[in-house]
Every structure is written in structure tokens, then in C-alpha cells.
């Protein structure tokens, strides 16, 4: 075998990853490298830490006899090596910080960075007299960097000493580039100090990262203060600029002052009186949690003690706010935005990753740490431990999360000091996934090793992240051992408070109901309630979500499906979280019903159901109780409550639109019907056929969840029975149905409403067909016959509904139209409803229902084109608004744009009013004026939980253009 080949597989057992290539430059080398390559096996990357090692050796051959006098230089450097690139080419053009690499601590970075810019330490104000100060800034920060990270690879520094470190170095480089300012700018009649922002402030910097500052100035005695905060200004921009400018060296880093108060529309330096007056004021929950982490870092430091401690006073005092809850709310919905929206191999904003942990952490200091003064720390691990050791957070998800925040801010280190780039992404290359692995000291199969590691903390710290906020709220509730600390019930509460929950004390009570004892359910619950509060928490009604959940647990806690599909199904869990905090009526339903959660666990479950199979169902029910009408259409009226329930939650989660909604309740009204119909005719024995003729919105199949059964009843005697006998039945059949239908019960009553029938209430409750001919015949005006646009056979005999509807045909499609006599009464008649059928006190403007540009509006239109033209159009002949509408464009009777805007306005004000009864649970067709029943309807419909004011003004918006095409369509010529 060749010599070559036998010395690259000698270099490959050693680790090499590109044996050839690494045996290839050590031949060629002028250096001899034999005796140093076993020092190289254990580094992270050794392909890598050769190349370097080589090209170091040429510019200064004297490193190789240190190296190999000193054991410590050698593991140093060589560690330093085998991870960073940029670090090894930093070597090359400065060999000199390598001897160094073995001191075990180096000087004060502030005082070494100053002197390297040529200013001296122990000046008030150091200026800068290095003729090139900022390659020598950057040379000087480099070695220091370096050093650093040969400690941080071989063990000799911790985390938190690395992140203290590197937040120090930073600090020093910036008071080094304000010593260069300084020669540029005159700021003598000025004291500037440099506030530390972010992970600067919390001395828990990055290798490389963006330091986040703000500047605050205060104009030295006697000078005026608008040119001495210029003056300031100019040097706050000199000094960012000696950071970001790239030279020969590159640069350092980016300086961000985005933090201040306006953020980048703000002055980049106030005074301390201005930066309070706009905390006081204007400033956001978010400006506060970004407030713990300030410290002073360069500049005039007793000017920022004096910043740092005026602002923690405001820090502190944020929880009390009146908008806490709101902001909290969203800044926890910004967060998991964010989360879903960055890819999961982020390791700062995808799952699991450090700002799942951060923001956490932050969000429980500033919501407890205003009662608890230690809980007041900078730093991340430091606050998490503060928080454990106060039961603010349980010490067992503390010390995963910690372990999970190490690791990650360990890899987040390696990934940066590698080219020395800030970047937060897991790479995918499996030679850079193998230097990560080897860098963690992953020898065996470094890839599977690491992947495997990172994916179970990123999903551990996921899954502690989603129950931070809950689970020791449970414990506050629950009889711990004394040595555990847990949250105080005056913590418990301001936690759930902060959390969106109006009534803490109440939240609390069902909590220790839920979880308290040993029983297998018990645990359950402690399991899922930390999972279950945070999603109580993001619906618009936590309390009742908290308190439904109870009572649904209390029905079915000892049923042994319900807690293990809760449990083992995440989606159910989280539906039915949504559904009891945001509506009344489905929660409702489901306390009747509880054994419909189970149709919680998928899209198919909530589908609706055709008639055909609908029907089928309730048939059987009347046939397997025949005798008993009550029992029977009991178990029909449950039949109805189970797909009220089903049509619901479909609705509340957006699985059907509004038109879908309309005709599935209007579907299920008919089977109800049907059903209930069969059991009277059982009942009564009646000697006659019997239909029922549905009118208004159950005829125009657009139910809403509040509507009652509009209706007419005809029918006809049987051969040989009078006219008498007959109707006699024929009234017996329609009250025993009308009883069968309102019959206390759980279950929501269809009520049967049959007053648009010829003379109303004062006329017959039941006639024959030939009766209703002659009436209309005889008496009948325009506004039956528009009543008569929306009649369609609904339930009964078919043969007679169909000939009850060939009639209705010759009155509602009038051939030739309508003369313009009746146009005018018919447009006399809605302008005298408009000014009379008004609730007193109502708002015109936001009634659904007679408000302008609302359904009746519409509708309106809709029923006076179809009564001018459907009887030479047959497409307008349709019992449905919508479907009216689409003809009539298509028809060129009514421009496309007007049908558009028609139908928009028709669908938003029906959302609105079916939101109305599914969050109050009771009927209502005016959207409320009070903000707090509107925030909830609002959230109903899909708006954010700021969006009331939207909803409010889109639905003005949309009504508004609605009446403008009424005025012009149904009042015009």
C-alpha cells in the first residue's frame, strides 16, 4: 500500500474527517507537526484546527515552541482552533495573544481597551490619541474575545462567567469608542451615560450579538440644555458609528439604541426628567419588561445609577397598570407568533428556544416581582432561580429549564464563534452538526448525539414554557410538603389576574375543586389544568371557560372516557377550552349534554350532517317510542340539542361560514319538525293530511341559533271525513305539536310561531288549501305576498305542500310584476316599519336587524326585485336572500358591485347577531354598546382581543355602504 495512503488513514483514525487532505498539508508544511497532531484528536473540528495551526506556523514560527512547552497554551489554542475560523485568521494577522492563551485571567478589559485607543484609564472623561483608533480598538477586543473563548472551550469558565465577561467587554469597548468620540466631538458642557439594554444590561451577552443601549444626558451646570443635548447627540452617533464602522478589522458590532422611549421616531438622547415623563406616560408593558434588564455600561455611570434607579421604581409599579392584563395578554400572543412563525431550527424564536424561556421568566418577575423585591435580577438564570426558590415557578421545571437554557446558549456560542457571525440557526450540514457535537464533548456519533440532545431540550423547554404560568397555581391550591415553597394565594391570584382572569379568587376555588385529593382523576386534572389555563387564558372569557370546565368535569369526571381523551388528545382539550370560554349558549348545551366533547376531535366529528341522515335518526327515535309522544320527541328535541352543539362549535372555530350556519339550523329545524309531527299524528289519530309550510327565516333556510319556527299549517281531509271532524283534527294536530315542542325540557324549545298566517292571530290556526286560495284570492295583500316570497314546504305530506306551494307561486311571482301602485305601498310600508318597529332606546345604527343597511334592509331589496321580476325570471324564484341577490345580478337587475356590497353587509350583520346569543346565551339583534359584552362579541367574530373598536367600525363601514345602494336600489325609480 502506498506511503500516502497508509499516512491518511492514520489521520483519519485520529479524527480527521478528510484524512488525505489533513496527511496532504502536513507533508507539506515546512514545519514539523508529528508530535502536536495527537493534541488535535480531541478538538471539535481537527481538519479545521490544523489548516490554522499550519498557517500560524508559517507567520510565527516560534507559537509551535510554546505550544509545545506549555500543556495548558496547547489545550487552549488548540480548542480555540477546532471551533473558530475567524479566531484562527484573528491569529494569523496578530500572532501575539497567543502566549496569552495560558495566562489564567488577563487585566480589566476597560483599562486595556482604553489604553489601546491611546486614552488614559484614570481620566474622567478619557480621549482617545491612537492615530488609527478603531483597528486598534478592534485588535485589542479581539485578543480579549479570544481569550475568553479559549477558557469558555476548555471548561475553565462557566456560562454565566462567559456571558458577565463578554457583557463587560462590551461595556469597555463602548467606553473606549466614546474616548474616540470624544476627539471628534466637543460635549464638554454635557454628561452622557451609556445605559445597557437587553442582554448587555443582564450581563448575559453573546460572542456576537447586537448591544442595545440608550442614552441618557444631563447639561453640566450652567449650560443650556438644547445645546448641550445636541452636543450629546453627536457624540451618542460618533461613538455607535467607532462600533459599526468597518475597517481593515471589520467592525465590532451593531450598537441599537431601538429601545428608547419612541423607539427609532424618538430623540436618541433625553434628559432623565424626559425619559421619565414619557415612562410615566406613554410607555408600554413591554418598554417596562425591557427596563429590568438596564444597567449603566460606559459614559457617566452616576448619571445611569441615577436612570437605572428612577426607572426600576416604574418597573416595579407596571403590574399595576390598568392595562397590565391587556398588554400581558398580547405580549404573550406576539410571542407565540413569533414562535409559530420562525422555523423550528431557530434557536432563539422557534419552539422551545431561548426566547420561549426569557420572555417567560420576565413576564412572571414583572407580574410578582412588584410584592417580591427578590425577585428584582437581571439575569435569566439568576431570575429563574430567584423564582423557584420563591414557588413562583416549580423547582423541578426551574431546573429543566435552566439545564434546557445552558445547553442552548452554549450551541447559540459555538454557532457564533465559528465565523464569528451573529446567527441563531441550527445548521443542517453534518460537518458543521459534527464540530457542534465534538465542541460538547459528543465523541460517539456527535450528529445523532446532538440532534437528539437539542430536540429534547428545545422540547422540554417548549413544554414548560406552555404550563409556566399554571402549574403552581395548582400547587397554591394543593397540600405540599413544607419543604416545597409555593405561590401564596395573594400571588396565585395576581398571577391569574395578570393572566386575564376577572375573578382570581373564584379561579382559585374551582382550581383546589378540580385537583383536590389522591383519586386517579384528581391527577389527571394537575396534569392537564397547567396546559388547560393557559388556553382558558387566550379565549375572550377565562372565568367562565374555567368555571364551565368544572361543571362539564363535575358531570363527567367519573366517566373513565372523558379525562383520558382530554388527556390524550390535545386537540379536543384545546376546542373545548375555546368553546366554554367564548360562548355561553355551547357551553349550555354541552352541560346537558356532556358526552359531546367527544365530537371535539376532529373536523369530520363537527361536520354537518345531511338531512337524509338526520331524519333517519329522528324517525327512529319517534318509532322506538310510539305511544309516547313526550318520550319520543324528548329524545328528538336531545337529538336537536347534540347538532345545535355541533353547528356551534363548527361556527366558533370557522369551519362554516354563515350560510352554511343558516342551513344547517334551518335543516335541523325541519327534521325537529318532521319528527315532532309524526309523534302528534300518532298522538291524535287524526283523519287528514297535514303540512307544515315553513315561512320567514326557516323558510329562507337562513336559521339563526335564536330563531323560532316560522310557520303555516294546512290541510286536508281524508275521503269521506267532514268538514268539521277534519278540522277539529287538523287543530289537534297543531297544538299537540306545539305542546310536544315547548315542553319543559334541558333542551333549548323550538317555539313555534305561526302568526304570519292569513289574519294573523286573529285568524284560523289551520286551513284547508282551498281556504287559503280563497282568502288570497279575495282579501290578500302586497305584504303576504312578499310574506309569501320565503314560504317552502317544510315538513308533512309532501304531495299537499308541494300543491300549497304551486298556489303561493301564482301570488309570490306575479306575471307581469308588480304595478307601480304597489311598489310605492311596499316602499311606504318599510319606511313606516323603520320609524315604528324600533326598540325604544335602541341605536339605529347598530340594530342587526332594522338598522340601515341591516338584514331588513337586505332583505328588502332583495324581496321587491324578486316580487317585480321572477315571474318572467326564473332564477329569481328562490325562498333565499343571497341566492335572490346573485340572481338578480346575474339577471342585470341589480349591478354586480351593489350584490357585492348587499350581500356583505347582510352576511356581517347575521355573524353578528348568531355571535350575540352564542356568547350571551340569550337573544339580542343590537351589537352592545357596553365595551366589555362588545370586546367579547368582537372576539367571537375573529377579532384580536384589541379589535373591538375595529369590529365597531367595520360593521358602521359595511352598513353604512349597504344603505347607500338601498336608497338608490329599493327607494329609486
Sequence with gaps: MPRIESTAARFAKLGFADGARAAQLVRQSPADLDDLLDGLVDVADPDLALASLIRLAERDPSVLD????????????????????????????????????????????????????????????????????????????????????????????????????????????????????????????????????????????????????????????????????????????????????????GALWEVDAGLRPEGRSGPLVRTLASHLAYYRRWAKTWEFQALLKARPVAGDLDLGAAYVEAVNELVWSAAAREEFVEDVQAMRRRVEAHVRAEGERQLKLGPGGLRDIEFAVQLLQLVHGRLDPLLRRRATLAALAALSRGGYVARDDARSLAEAYTFLRQVEHLLQLHRLRRTHLVPTDEDDLRRLGRALGMQTDPVREFTARWRRHAREARRLHEKLFYRPLLQAVARLPESEARLSPKAAEARLEALGYADPAGALRHLANLTAGVSRRAAIQRTLLPVMLGWFADTPDPDAALLGFRQVSDKLGSTPWYLRLLRDETAVAARMARVLGTSRYATGLLMHAPEAVAMLGSDDELAVRSAESLLGEASAAVARHAGDPETAVTAVRALRRRELFRTAVADIHGLIDIETVGTALSRLNDVTLQAALDAALGSVSAPVSFAIISMGRLGGMECSYASDADVMFVHSPRPGVGEREATDAAYAVANELRRLLTLPAPDPPLVIDPDLRPEGRQGPLVRTLASYRAYYARWSSHWESQALLRARFSAGDPELGKAFIAMADELRYPSGGLPDEAVTEIRRLKARMEAERLPRGADPALHTKLGPGGLSDVEWVAQLLQLRHAGEGPSLRTTRTLDALRAAAAEELLDPADEEVLAEAWRFASRVRDAIMLVRGRPGDSVPREVGERRLIARALGYPPDGSEDFLDDYRRVTRRARRVVERVFYGD
Design 66 to 249: 510554546a505550544v509545545r512547552r506549555d500543556a495548558e497554551l496547547r489545550s487552549r489554542l488548540f480548542a480555540v482552533l477546532g471551533v473558530s475560523a475567524a479566531l484562527g485568521e484573528h491569529l494569523v494577522r496578530h500572532p501575539g495573544p497567543v502566549r496569552l492563551l495560558a495566562e489564567p485571567h488577563l487585566g480589566e478589559a476597560r483599562a486595556e481597551l482604553l489604553v489601546a485607543v491611546g486614552a488614559e484609564p484614570g481620566g474622567d472623561e478619557p480621549r482617545a490619541t491612537h492615530p488609527d483608533p478603531l483597528v486598534a480598538l478592534r485588535v485589542a477586543y479581539r485578543g480579549r474575545l479570544l481569550h475568553l473563548a479559549a477558557r469558555d472551550l476548555t471548561g475553565h469558565a462557566s456560562l454565566s462567567e462567559v456571558t458577565s465577561e463578554l457583557s463587560d467587554l462590551a461595556g469597555a469597548a463602548l467606553e473606549a469608542a466614546l474616548a474616540v468620540a470624544r476627539t471628534e466631538v466637543d460635549a464638554s458642557d454635557v454628561h452622557l451615560a451609556v445605559i445597557g439594554m437587553g442582554k448587555c444590561g443582564a450581563r448575559e451577552l453573546n460572542y456576537i450579538s447586537d448591544v442595545d443601549v440608550i442614552f441618557v444626558a444631563e447639561p453640566r451646570d450652567g449650560a443650556d440644555e438644547d445645546k448641550a443635548l445636541r452636543a450629546a447627540t453627536r457624540l451618542a452617533q460618533a461613538m455607535m458609528r467607532v462600533c459599526t464602522t468597518t475597517t481593515s478589522e
